[in-house]
């Protein structure tokens, strides 16, 4: 049996916690299995190295950054195959471009084009433990390119896709909760999620999974855990299919993303150009949007949209150097949290958004813009109100 397990940063942040982690994976080999190892970069590295970088240039290029930052990898791999050498078992490290990762050429943030897992399929029947790098691959003309946030996860549950098995991904958390358990300790962990409702958390704020590795999950059905590195039972939530469903309860989880800004477009004119004009902006920008709003007045058009204060940073900065920008009145408001309540059976349930937004009156919480999707609530207040709003709506959908 083939299994992939992916280690991120924390897990292997110490020459310790590899040799730890090498001992488990040796007895897994022992007992049959075919291992596919994908590690991310050792505890800090990645800041570390942006540090460095920073140091000798303050405004790098994002190639360069690149071909820097999945060094970090790189180096996890390597020591990771020397660990289990160590004990006996035959292993060999790979940089994303040495197990078949092609991607397209946008630095920082590239995607999969294809994945030749020849070479790794090669090692595999050989009998070796295959450990990959993640968040990395390279352009079909040569440059080495990362896969942007949660990079690693992405790598690991492609290639678990390709070679058609499970994939197992390790962290410093022990599973995806109702609810943050920082902000409201009864939240209760989950066994089981569906890839609909992980794929929304994620993509609005929960941080345990990366929105892409989920997306693939679902498409090339991947069965995706999430466990505690090294613990001793199984303890963690499973992502799949069709989980358990109880029908009393709408809500799942409750997501929360932090340093969001609304920026909001204003006074333009109202024709059928206005809103492709916009958007051909914020695909210059690469910008990711989550909510989108249009408003019309007096022949007038407002638009508006949230994304994180980074990217509103990087917007404004543009539009200053763009001619054809130059006459748009630009509003950006920063530093909001954006919560989102997530759950399959607001589907089929009603009342659920009464329910959402008189318990922020009750506890006299002001919110701004609002978002739905069909299993979805989302909207942006204050972060002072942050964990008040968060334990009420919690005891409210009782999570």
Not at 4 to 26: D, P
């Amino acid at each position: 049996m083939t299994l992939v397990h992916k280690y991120g940063g924390s897990s292997v942040a110490t020459t310790e916690k590899i040799q730890a982690i090498a001992q488990r994976l040796a007895q897994l080999r022992q007992q049959g299995h075919r291992l596919v190892v994908v590690c991310s970069a050792m505890g800090k590295t990645t800041n570390r190295l942006i540090a460095l970088a920073k140091e000798v240039n303050p405004t790098p290029s994002k190639r360069e950054m690149d071909a820097l930052l999945s060094t970090g990898e790189i180096q996890t791999v390597s020591l990771m195959a020397m660990a289990l050498q160590a004990l006996g078992v035959d292993a060999i490290s790979m940089t994303g471009f040495q197990s078949g990762f092609i991607t397209n050429a946008v630095h920082s943030k590239a995607f999969i084009k294809e994945i030749n897992t020849q070479r790794v399929e090669q090692y595999l029947q050989e009998g070796k433990v295959v450990v990959i790098a993640g968040f990395q691959g390279i352009t079909e003309d040569g440059h080495i390119t990362t896969l942007g946030r949660g990079g690693s996860d992405t790598t690991a549950v492609a290639i678990a896709a390709k070679l058609g098995c499970s994939c197992e991904i390790y962290a410093d958390v022990d599973a995806v909760y109702t609810v943050d358990p920082r902000i409201y300790p009864p939240a209760r962990a989950l066994q089981k999620i569906s890839y609909d409702e992980m794929m929304e958390m994620s993509a609005l704020g929960a941080g345990v999974l990366e929105t892409r590795c989920v997306e693939l999950a679902k498409k090339y059905q991947v069965d995706l855990y999430l466990g505690r590195t090294l613990e001793e039972e199984r303890k963690g939530t499973t992502v799949m299919s069709q989980p358990v469903f109880f029908e009393d309860m709408p809500v799942t989880g409750i997501s929360i993303k932090e340093h969001c800004a609304i920026v909001t477009f204003r006074h333009m004119e109202y024709n059928a150009g206005t809103a492709a004009s916009i958007f051909a902006l914020i695909a210059r920008n690469n910008l990711n949007l989550d909510m989108i709003n249009q408003t019309i007045l007096d022949g007038k058009v407002a638009f508006s949209f949230s994304c994180s204060d980074e990217q509103a940073s990087e917007l404004e900065a543009h539009l200053k150097e763009d001619p054809d920008a130059s006459a748009l009145v630009l509003d950006i408001r920063r530093d909001l949290t954006q919560l989102s309540l997530v759950g399959v059976g607001m589907a089929t349930h009603t009342g659920v958004a009464t329910q959402v937004f008189d318990t922020l009156a009750r506890c006299g919480i002001p919110y701004y813009q609002i978002t739905t999707s069909e299993i979805s609530i989302s909207f942006t207040i204050d972060p002072q109100n942050k964990e008040k709003a968060v334990q009420a709506l919690a005891q409210a959908f009782h999570l």
